[in-house]
């Protein structure tokens, strides 16, 4: 059985339960943009990306300086028999347009990040350094002493990565992706709201909106139920419509009421997997593949996936979509010098891919991915390894980025500057609300829908205009 | 309704891994979960003790208890009901992980380095020792290893003896299991502490903190103060900071491989439990948490000292015993059923129905713990009653291991089924046991899962975090690949391994509101709904049984009624 979408619409507020809390104020009447289309990609680096060994310093003094603070993980780097190297020679420098914002400080990717480079280079990416959560401006002093507030639960990586999806440890119901979502569904920009928030990467509360509900997908198209599209069960019954039928009403729960909560959410989980995932195969079935190769890694198959969803937009009827990506092992207490690097490959390739497929598809403008990560980590080393730190250093990518500048600040690669919280944890400079307002503002929503979902917004200096 | 049809003498047939280990350990294997066991005589309640359970509540109490109800293990429970299954449990010999593999080198056969994906399935369908096995399950939850770290994907043998660990103290001491755990050498290579190294000036060095937070962190206290009951105390105080953390990062240095040298790679001792060499050390002052180690205190005193004061703290009680709880019976237990079970840990012993005790009588017993947990007013109360916020998803793990004991498989060796070498993507299972995404297993203990009926509720559902649209889907289509027994070998053949015995229901299929009596029992302890029920009757009738094909229509009906109520919401959750 086929459904319309305007079932699927009607559907969809039944399942959300969005009655039972007072809406963040989103009002269709004052929407902001949903004209063209835009989509947000979050790619998520689980387990905290190693920010100094990301954007490293490359002016001999301050380099030499890094060198001998990382004094045992760049023996690792010099020994290391995979190849990977951190030699100043071999860094990849970078040349933003704001260098003078830095004085005679340079910086510079590292080798295997070639793609990311170019990208930055041609002024598709810009990096927003410092990021992190904050609840208010926080410096060494203020941080010791404790006259500021300090974000809660630091160092712990469910805590963070909650924090960084929806500005608070774990527990939080709304994303600020999810309610980015919310507000263009208010303002009616999407014919089917099922296919506004995706992921590939499995549930996250970034997606998480009030009205919104994320929908998974893998790289091959949504999973069938075989016993719905090619049944082997039913035996001498197969020619029965009616056990057909009863089948598929089992399958998708249909009528299904249930007063036990945990047998509710099952019931919905089975009804949602087949309503929705027909549609959406049955709307990309005839799809043409993209040309633009990608690369065989996981993050180059979810940003294939996502690839593939953007260019059957118009078919899914979508006109703002957020998506989310992630892949891990970035938790590096050990082993950095061979584990990191290659991590780094597959992110600069997949990346790069990407945004050759939104070119491909004539939508580079209307497409910015941007990475986000637990925390950074510790400039000084365990002996191979680095331990948990605060802020850490964004790429944001995208035809409308404003591109080729490192935004924001980048404190020394030096233990007990300003914004060190120790061991050259970084204080961040920029919160998560200054990194996700511009993002937002980008996506169509105007200033009061912006301060609805980014409550501290206001407690900081205006964010970087990086888009 | 008879249960006791159940083959006699049908012995499962365990692979020749567990069959050597075994013999090899002189232990006898407990065969038959029947009421004939020799022994149980003794465990015939005394006079005047608690009476027989239904079959559902025997059930029910065996999905909540182990990997899930053979029609044996029903009548075992229906006869002696609760004590006297738990009592038969704690005195069944242990399923063994090592032994078997090093038995294998003795003998020359190499041993695979997938075995980690295979043993545990075995043990989840076939091990005798369910209730133990079924806490190593849950320990396996919170005391996190998982052999997709590089470092562990080709160790099995250190794998092995890992399981071993956690077998070895499922019903015994936490204070013990942290320590046995702590020198591991498959815990050691996950958080990284292996061959960690005191702090060193010149190049600015210092010890790697990975697990001396998450010790705390996921171990022991967690992040915030708690009362015993498990809620969090006022003012929302967090547990440790970073000083914390850099002052335990000192304790775990210094340990390594048993071997004459700090920096050996001997594959020979990989499996065994790490020693400590003092030089490397750190022999600063160590302060944590309040405590301060003396500066020039050995590795081994340190770490005990370290361990002893984690133990010590007030939260370990409710931490543990609420995520207890959670893998086996709720996933919102109320406080006071958090407190009485968070008393049994501190107590120590918890006396059964039957009027007899369980535990040693020290601080942390989990045997003890582990009977308050299923034997509370709140785990055994009627679930036709219970709130609505009561019980949790099953997770997939589980719903599957229950289909194979309910319908006796008694081959199980997963190295021969290809479709259980992977079951962590979302087309399968989405999960598998020690093969966990990272330390913080697959689901967080807080986890309250958005735009549900208990998100809106703000209850937490850990299952659900692995829960969606595409995982539900992989779910139905291995349920049905297998409940049909079409599931291939590592040839692609269809293979020997995990094959159900329907007889009972092949025989009940010409009459289905009796079959389905028989599988609501089996599978839903007496909870399937009426709407469920209709519908697969109504399915069922639609489904001719022919004078031809009357056996393969018979199957027809009973894998269908079998992957209906399999795939049903009353099957999926748990209350």
Redo the contacts between chains.
Sequence with gaps: MKLSRRHILRGGAAMAGAGFLPRLGFDAARAADTNGYRALVCVFFKGGMDGHDLLLPYDETSYNRYREIRAPLMSSYDRNEAGARRTRNELLELSPANAGDFGSRRFALPPEMAGLHELFTDGHAAIVANTGPLLETINRTSFRDRSALRPPRLGSHNDQQSTWMALAPEGQRFGWGGLFADAQIAANANEVRAFTAISVAGNEVFLSGQDVQQYQVTGRGANTVQELTRPQLLGSGRNSERAQQLLDEHFRASGTTRSNLFERDMATVARRSIEINTLFNDSTVNAPPLLTPFPDSRLGGQLQSIAQVIDSRTILGAKRQIFFASIGGFDTHSNQANSLPGRQREISEAISAFYAATEEMGVAQDVTLFTASDFGRTLTVNGDGTDHGWGGHQFVVGGGVNGGRIFGDVPPAEVDHDWDSGRGRLIPTTSIEQFAAPLGRWFGLNESEILSTLPLLNQFDPAPVFI | MVWGSLERGQQPRRSNRVSLALLATGLLAAGCNSAEDSGVAALLAPEGSVGAQSSNEASRFLVQASFGPTPGDIEFVENLSYSGWIESQLGMPMTEYLAPLILETFVGNEVSDDVNRYDFWESSVLAPDQLRQRMVYALSQILVVSDRD?GLGDRPLVLAQYKDILTEHAFGNYRDLLDDVTYSPAMAQY??YLR??KA?MA????????YA?EIM?LFTIG?VMLEMDGTPSPG?I?TYD?ED?KGL?KVFTGISYQSDEFFNNDEEVEHLPLITFNEQHSQEEKTFLGLTIPANTDADTSIQMALDHLFAHPNLAPFISRQLIQRFIT?NPSPDYVRRVAQAFERGSYQLPNGRDVGEGRRGDLAATLCAVLLDPEARQDPLTAP??????REPVLRFAHWARAFRVTSADASKERMLRDTTG??NLSQQPFRS??V?NFY?P??????????????T?PE???????????Y??FM?DFI?D?TPDQNGATGDEFRPNYTEELALADRPAELLDRLDTLLTYGLM?D??RD??I??LN?????ED?DE??R??RV??AV??LT????Y????
């Design positions: 590089q958080l990284t960690n190294r060193d190049s600015g060095r210092v010890p790697d903190e990975n937070r962190q992040l929302d967090e970073n953390v990062a996933s609505s916020d009561f019980g949790k998803v979302t087309g995404p990272s913080f967080r807080g986890y309250i899962a958005p735009s549900t009926a208990t998100g809106d509720a703000n209850i559902a659900l975090q692995i829960v969606s649209e595409a995982s539900h889907v992989g139905v289509n049905s049909r079409d709904a709407e469920t519908r697969i109504a399915v639609e489904i001719p049984i022919g094909n393969e229509d199957e027809t894998h269908t992957l209906m795939t049903s919401p009353e999926m959750a748990q209350r």
